[in-house]
């Protein structure tokens, strides 16, 4: 078994990482700096190579638990906890929004206001942005939360949120679980 120490320094993921950037790491070599260290047994590359396969790669690990990740030898409280941490920096990183209003010009900015939040979720949901005169998002709300495959809104239920915001126009949209493309209404 070859641990970390025995790796030149030059390629260990650290050094990797500062001589050539994140982008050039693999995920295992991203998930070993995360983890710090290995076991007595095993290298911090092997426990991450296979924390990675047990979650088939990034898919299903950005939904693991502290049961999950635990549920591995190797990974004890500490090191799930950094990685669960790590997988909420990212999440909230991607739904980032700056403080400034955001406007839609086109049906594009639109779906990419809502996309990256919509593409990872299990059930259908219906989401209404509304806008105001100059076209800015004043609110978000998601009016239904559906099951794998469908997804019943009533009119009712957006019209009175657009009422009571004076929204002057509004955008639904509604993603597919099942992997088909976002629609934008």
Sequence with gaps: MIMIKDVPVEER???RL???GTANLSNQELLAILLGSGTKKESVMSLANRVIIHFEGLKLLKDATIEELTAIKGIGNAKGVVILAAIELGKRMNHYRPNEP?????PEDGADYVMEEMRSLNQEHFVAL???TKNQIIHRQTIFIG???ASIVHPR????EAVKRSAASIIVAHNHPSGDPLTIV
């Design 102 to 106: 955001y406007t839609i010009r086109s």
């Design 18 to 20: 500062l001589r050539l």
């Design 147 to 149: 099951s794998l495959n």
């Design 157 to 160: 239920e957006v019209y009175r």
């Design 130 to 132: 509304f806008l105001n």
């Design 13 to 15: 993921p650290r050094e």
